[in-house]
């Protein structure tokens, strides 16, 4: 009992939070449009495409302000912050299902983007590492394996409301999650006080101290930041693709779907056993491996060709370094560059990624109807060698 006593009321309260706004504010921001696209372009007689802009802006909205938020964030605390940003979410799903103008519907993303630069993972990093400071490897990995877990819940939970209500319903529904229980949960249970040291001897003290961090500026952050946006590229143009890729080499339409399916369940495993191991491998060689296996991943599509099983395979590998990637973007700038000013580095890490994952559909959608869906794996190839090339550059403190 003192056990729980101590989860629900002391610093490691935020991670209880963190864990259910994550898993509800990706389920509400992120993931219906994937299901509710097609209905709004039907709905409003527009293109795929021009609906598709509105999510892209979203994801570039949410890169430029996220630098901002973070840095608030960790001034002052999430429960300012993040509480408002759920607010601000909330009032965009309110107005895009009136959205029949289509400036208003391009506004409407806007304020969305707002919302996940205040609510999804890097400035959910970024309280929990003025809570933690340098022992926040472990609760960035918690707060990831059930963040990887919001698709599971999000889109069985979109395809029933739109089956029962329609596509607007979604987002009436998830503005009053965004409203009523994310940001609450904010403003009222978040944890308020700053960098939380262990004592010694006690589970997720820091290993070694002090720790040995560089500055976050010249070859060191652009590095880092230059891997994290191929990354970002490879997993927004690779998610957005995948299936259509898959169909025109010849793999059936359910059979495409399964294969889909297990990204999820790739990336969650992994992230148990860094949690379970104690994160005793350093991000910076997380991430080199996650790298190479990306890599390797593509090749063998290219290379063995569009077999179930080797799809199977790709899927299971991309995966799996797709899960150590997300805990990498959290525990590489702590550990390189240490917790005072993590906020501001985190968004500047996040503004190119987040550019790149709002381009990368579209570039890529361009290379498979010019080219085909070969040429495009091979794009994706050179993108993941790069991403290699920059963390293998990369150097640990000394």
């Not at 976050?216 to 970002?232: N, S």
């Not at 179930?308 to 395979?313: D, E, K, S």
Request: glycine letters at 12%; proline letters at 7%.
């Amino acid at each position: 009992m003192a056990g729980l006593k101590g989860l629900s009321s002391g610093p490691s309260r935020a991670v209880i939070v963190l864990c259910i706004t994550q898993i509800l504010g990706w389920g509400a921001l992120f993931y219906p449009p994937g299901l509710t696209m097609p209905h709004i372009a039907a709905a409003h007689g527009w293109s795929l495409a021009q609906s598709l802009l509105g999510f892209s802006i979203a994801m570039g909205v949410s890169g430029l302000v996220a630098p901002f938020t973070c840095s608030l964030i960790e001034r002052h605390g999430g429960h300012y912050i993040m509480s408002g940003g759920a607010l601000i979410g909330a009032l965009g799903l309110l107005i895009l299902p009136f959205a029949s103008h289509y400036g208003l519907y391009l506004a409407s993303w806007v304020l969305l983007g707002v919302a996940m630069a205040c609510n999804l993972y890097d400035p959910a990093f970024t309280a929990l590492a003025r809570i933690f400071g340098t022992a926040s490897r472990r609760p960035i990995t918690l707060v990831t394996f059930v963040g990887g877990l919001a698709s599971t819940l999000s889109w069985p939970t979109t395809q029933m409301l739109i089956a029962s209500g329609g596509w607007r319903t979604v987002y009436f529904v998830f503005a009053g999650v965004m409203a009523f229980i994310i940001a609450p949960l904010y403003a009222f249970v978040l944890p308020r006080n700053a960098v939380y040291v262990p004592p010694p001897g006690k589970e997720g003290a820091p290993a070694v101290s002090p720790v040995k961090t560089v500055p976050p500026v010249g070859a060191p952050f652009l590095l880092m930041a230059a891997g994290f946006a191929c990354h970002a590229l490879m997993q927004s143009g690779t998610l957005a693709h995948l299936l259509t890729i898959l169909q025109r080499g010849g793999i059936d339409a359910s059979t495409a779907v399964f294969i889909g399916a297990l990204f999820g369940p790739a990336q969650v495993l992994t992230r148990i056993a860094d949690f379970v191991s104690g994160g005793r491998l350093h991000p910076l060689w997380l991430v080199r491996i996650a790298m190479s296996t990306m890599a390797f991943a593509f090749m063998l599509l290219v290379v063995a060709g569009f077999s179930p099983g080797v799809a199977m395979a790709f899927a299971l590998m991309f995966g799996a370094a797709n899960g150590v990637v997300t805990i990498a973007r959290g525990a590489l700038p702590l550990a390189m560059f240490g917790a005072v000013g993590y906020g501001r580095v985190v968004g500047r890490v996040a503004r190119p990624a987040q550019i790149c994952q709002a381009v990368a559909p579209f570039v890529l959608a361009y290379v498979i109807d010019r080219w085909s869906g070969l040429v495009a794996l091979e794009i994706l190839i050179a993108v993941a060698l790069m991403a290699l090339a920059c963390f293998a550059a990369l150097r640990r403190p000394v």
